[in-house]
């Protein structure tokens, strides 16, 4: 069964995650080419939405080959997030807007923002009626199973995001203490899928084809949602599209297509961000993509230094040289 959220119908049920710093319009076209069914971005400030932050601005722009996608804000409070959440329904080309409840680092948590939000159920209904009033496209949440292990409350939250008209939820399977540690539980998964009809994704420990079907096989989820495991291998995406496609995708990523992605994603990255901000931005997925590869200790000590896009063509060079040489 297909996930339709409206008129939206996904073409699959393989989602990529919000993931700050990395699922920004670069990363997500570059992803695009694989066809998931469903791209999040990364998180915006309400606040800075608000204030009419011109960086923040920029991060909600979308072109015409994303869709359909989901565009991802975070706040606490109900005025604010309302006046985000019409701008975003007003002056973006989303598909979806989504409610960051789940993000559990210091920063946005001191604010009551992102996984903070689950220590306060009736303040998630407040909100999220209100929100859901106010804008005419369709409202999802991400949510994690609690706050820590003595307050699982994700079923409950997610009967509150229903009832306030939301019509999809995402759960992370792992508290907010647990941050990325330890297993995400399935369980509170299938918990959540048994107690609510609307659409349900969910998200933690994806990294296969096999623990895709684990998930939705074990949890009866709708989706699954794709987060870190793509920085080290984008093309798990299509691996997991191919199989929902019942075709092969045996093919092994090579050396070369890992160096080629990282040329046209640092190309993309400088034609949305500028020279100086992509390169900046690259090197942390720079140093995630060559993971693995022959020889890649000094490589990844010149990637965190680079600063133009010839300079990483020149790094790039001369490892496929020290390669050769290595292996010949």
């Known amino acids: 069964m297909s996930i339709k959220i409206r008129t939206i119908e996904l073409a699959n049920p393989i989602v990529v995650a919000p993931m700050a710093g990395v699922t920004d319009e670069s990363f997500r076209v570059m992803l695009r080419q694989f066809n998931p069914g469903l ?58 807007i989504d409610v960051n409840m789940g993000c559990p680092v210091s920063k946005v948590v001191k604010n009551q923002a992102g996984s903070a939000l689950m220590q306060d159920p009736e303040h998630i209904g407040k909100m999220m009626e209100a929100l859901v009033k106010a804008v005419s496209k369709p409202v999802s949440a991400k949510i994690r199973a609690g706050w820590d292990q003595s307050s699982i409350n994700a079923v409950e939250v997610a009967r509150i995001l229903e009832a306030s008209g939301v ?105 949305h961000l500028g020279e100086d901000m992509a390169m900046r931005h690259m090197r942390s997925h720079a140093l995630w993509l060559v993971s693995g590869l022959p020889k890649s200790a000094e490589l990844k000590r010149l990637l965190t230094e680079m600063k133009s896009y010839g300079e990483f063509v020149r790094i790039i060079e001369e490892y496929k040289e020290r390669v050769e040489n290595y292996e010949s």
């Open 39 to 96: 791209i999040y971005t990364e998180m915006v400030s309400d606040k800075a939405i608000v204030y009419r932050n011109q960086r923040t601005l920029d991060m909600m722009h979308i072109e015409p080959e994303e869709h359909p996608i989901t565009l991802q804000v975070f706040g606490h409070d109900i005025d604010s997030m309302v006046e985000a959440a019409v701008y975003i329904d007003q002056n973006t080309d989303c598909d979806i």
């Open 167 to 271: 019509e999809l939820v995402a759960v992370h399977g792992r508290t907010r203490s647990q941050m990325y540690q330890g297993s995400a539980d399935l369980e509170i998964i299938r918990a959540v899928k048994q107690a609510v009809s609307i659409p349900v994704l969910g998200n933690g420990d994806i990294d296969s084809v096999e623990s895709a079907h684990h998930m939705m096989d074990y949890t009866g989820c709708d989706g699954v949602m794709i987060g870190r495991a793509t920085l080290k291998n984008p093309w798990l995406i299509k691996q997991l599209v191919d199989d929902y496609n019942h075709q092969l995708s045996d093919r092994v990523v090579t050396m070369t297509d890992k160096l080629n992605w990282l040329d046209r994603h640092c190309r993309l990255s400088i034609n």
